[in-house]
């Protein structure tokens, strides 16, 4: 009888069993000692490999909730939120506010817990608890992704020069110093800067880069040489957080903080009996509790808006918005 | 026993090697030290066989037969299935006690387990991917181990209770793979779970449904609860289950001998029992060493593959509130999730399946043909082949190919980079990306060529493909370009932003947009498919 071609299959001597499984023991443990060799830096591809995933998670986290106050960038927004894409931020900040765990503890608390404070502070907005352990929206595992991410731009923050910092003066933890070294350009304006900031902000009797602080100076904030563009206004002066220039204010749509800017031009008119569009607009900038559109707190919109910005640059404003 | 006097009676040298042989004779449980080199040499046993001592002598050789039909012993008749499949429960079991030792059964640290067993554990990825190779192994093995005796009539009498056993070993063998499914916690193996308990669900009548699938859940959803469910029935109820009924089975296959090839005897006899001497194949030593061989030989193979081009694939946290886009339930259940695609939960998802669970069981009781020869069995052979080609198609149809598309822009991003899983621009990696504008209205292939931008150029052009097959294919979808913008938003980190722009069937314009992060240091992998050791090269520090 032939035999069919699969009886190559048909492995009758023992001794050509044993010394193929012999080979396949031996191909076995080479393999494994393959894997023993590479072992270290496999696990060590694979730690850097999960940070980096929980990055990658922690900047779309970022971008749909920080962002609207933080800036994309990180780098804060004026009068808004601070910055932590900042040097200041990663090197001083919690010496100043005397936080005894590290910065990732304390950025993770943040986030966590937010900043539940009733008292008045320098910023649009409170930092809401983001836990949803304590009536936020994300979970755990979300917050230590945002956490790497927010961390991941230490590198950044830390390169910086005190020009570039995009640093604010927090009225609650005065920096006594600076944490750049008065060698670096930039230096003195920054002090300059801070000591004005905090002056503005009511803090007397601190020092500042060695520089005392002194009782406010009125009217010292010195006009702006050149007219900003409303645009650049609305963005630097912080607007640009709580109000939608994009989207309109209609009954399904409102903005969550403050309302959307999108149709200001269809209902400015119509808000206050009396006032034509430019005067209502006008007057809730430079005075926005004068009326407070139904369903939005009184107090959130900072009242020195008149402050900031010249009067030229005010009715600038509200020609933009009206025509956005 | 007194040495000394023994020593003086036999001498020294008589004395140690009776001792050693003594040894050696216990140790292999009746096999003197002679007689096992005598086996090695392929030498015939002496009369009475010597060899049979072990079989009552020893515990585990006492279960196995003392000599099988030469026909049945050709690699062609069994293809090991039978034996491969106890292995790889004994594997599986082994590989489980290492992963459990870094693993903790709740929604809050199984994952993060996962991770440190990944990245902090040696060889702990090594063991996990065995492991679910493992799984799938013994899924596919245990279901050709039937399709053989299918194709081999083995079933008919007197073997209709141990086909039988062995389908209960089959569907205990799914559940198992499939509440393991479940154990690392993340997106796939949530909602690849919760897509399968809420079959049961579809039981009627309602209450009854409620009832089983809130016991396996253990709340009406699955949370901490049914994550301990899943990992009890996994590790121990299911391993017993089929532990009882795997020794039942066995005991029917030694009770009634192997099934001989049809061809050995007259049709509706059985004689596989009544093997004559001359065709005798013995157990020890021959098919000892060949089975040994075999599993030792798959082990390699196992271990070869998870070396080289298998990984246990791991989806970020599972997320109750959001659905990946395209859950798929594993490959073995494909041909499932294609039926509830044509028919409603109760029929496809609970009905059908019983009904073919219990003709399946029934197949010895209900096949009238005497005969095991395939010449006889004309109908049987066809209908089995009908039915697996049907399987195929039905699994064909359960994955996302087949009815679940998305909006074509979505489609389109998500081939490049899906929502969960790696997808080729994450394996093509970051490096391979530079910033810049990308749009498919210019020339991109042309523009990056193959030579300068190998793994841009494939991007590219993967990116023109699926829109331009989309385009095609869509009457609402026309005249689309897309825009992929590559921008440095951190040192080490990437933002993607995939824009799609298009006109629908109404002349209306449309767009879409949608943004990825990728970061330096982060590997993405295909469950299979060559390894990536690109760990291994030198950094650029080193260099």
Known sequence: ?324 | MAVQPEVEKKGLWRSFTEGADDIFTRITAGISAGEFRRMLRGEPPGRPNPRLKPHSEAFLLHIKPTYYHESVTRFTHTFRLGILSTYLFFFETITGIFLMIWYTPSPNQAYTDMIALLSNVPYGQFMRDLHRLGAEMMVAIVTLHMVRTYLTGSYKPPRQFTWFTGVILLVVTLFLSFSGYLLPWDQLAFWAVTIGTSMPEAVPPKIVGETVNLLARGAPDIGANGLLRFYLLHVLFLPLILFLFFFVHYYKVVHFGISLPASEEEVGQDTANKVPASRRVYFLPDVLIDETAVMIAFTTLLILLVTFFFSAPLESIANPQSTPLHTVAPWYFYWLQGMLKIADKTFAGVILPGVLLVLLMAIPYLDPNPSRRVRDRRIAIISGVVAGVVMIILSWMGTPKYAAQAAPPVEVVQEMMPEEGAGIVREIGYEEIPNGVYDTRNNLPAMYPEEEYPGLHEILVEFEGHIDYWDKKDSDFNEAYGILTVVQEQPNLKRLDWEIHWIDAEGAEGSFQRSFWLHKDSLYWEEYGLKDFGYLMPTEEEQ
């Open chain 1, 1 to 324: 009888m032939r035999k069919p071609w699969y009886s190559i299959f048909y492995i009758k001597s023992p001794i050509t069993k044993i010394g193929l499984g012999t080979l396949a023991v031996l191909a076995g443990i080479a393999l494994v000692l393959f894997l023993m060799a590479t072992e270290n830096k496999r696990m060590e591809a694979q730690a850097a490999s999960w940070d980096g995933r929980s990055i990658e998670k922690g900047a779309s986290l970022f971008m749909a909730n920080c962002s609207t106050c933080h800036g994309l960038d990180g780098k804060g927004l004026p009068a808004v939120a601070p910055a932590l894409n900042s040097r200041y931020f990663f090197s001083q900040r919690i010496d100043d506010v005397g936080f005894s765990g590290t910065l990732k503890q304390y950025v993770g608390g943040t986030i966590h817990s937010g900043r539940p404070s009733k008292v008045s502070t320098q910023w649009v907005n409170i930092m809401p608890t983001w836990s949803n352990q304590v009536g936020g929206p994300l979970r755990e595992d979300q917050i230590d992704h945002l956490v790497d991410f927010v961390l991941n731009w230490e590198e950044e923050a830390m390169a910086q020069t005190p020009e570039e910092d995009p640093w604010q003066f927090f009225q609650d933890a005065l920096s006594k110093q600076l944490p750049y070294s008065p060698d670096e350009p930039g230096y003195d304006e920054k002090v300059q800067q801070a000591i004005a900031a905090a002056e503005a902000a009511g803090a007397v009797g601190y020092e500042i880069g060695g520089m005392a602080v002194e009782a406010p100076t009125e009217g010292e904030a010195g006009a702006p040489a050149e007219v900003r563009a409303p645009e650049d206004l609305f963005n630097s002066l912080g607007c640009v957080g709580c109000h939608n220039i994009n989207a309109d204010q209609t009954d399904d749509n409102k903005g969550p903080i403050a309302p959307n800017l999108g149709n200001l031009a269809d209902h400015a008119g119509s808000r206050v009996e009396g006032e034509d569009a430019e005067t209502y607009v006008h007057q809730s900038i430079v005075d926005p509790g004068a009326f407070v559109v139904p369903g939005y707190p009184n107090g959130v919109m900072p009242q020195n808006f008149a402050d900031q910005m010249s009067e030229e640059e005010i009715q600038g404003l509200v020609k933009w918005l009206l025509s956005h």
